[in-house]
């Protein structure tokens, strides 16, 4: 079988797949769910970085604008005005 990744020693590489082919759907999900979370907190840490004059609502704002659009955050950041204002 050919390496998949270049910088992973061949036989590291076969160990590390043996043991996603052991997993459970439950474990590989897990996995996953992980990777996305820390995805997330990654890119949430960045917009706070490069913007640290915003709260933590405006940094979800603008995540949520980054990745699913700016029609999306505007529509929310209407919704949670609305919700302030009751």
Aim: a positive charge; aromatic letters at 4%.
């Amino acid at each position: 079988m050919r390496t998949q990744s270049e910088d992973t020693d061949p036989k590291a590489e076969k160990v590390l797949i043996a043991l996603l082919r052991k997993a459970s759907i439950a474990e590989k999900f897990a996995q996953v769910r992980s990777l996305s979370k820390m995805t997330m907190q990654l890119s949430r840490r960045a917009i706070a970085r490069v913007h640290p004059e915003l709260n933590e609502e405006q940094i979800d704002l603008l995540f949520i604008e980054y990745h699913y659009g700016k029609d999306l955050a505007e529509r929310l950041a209407k919704s949670l005005a609305g919700k302030d204002a009751h």
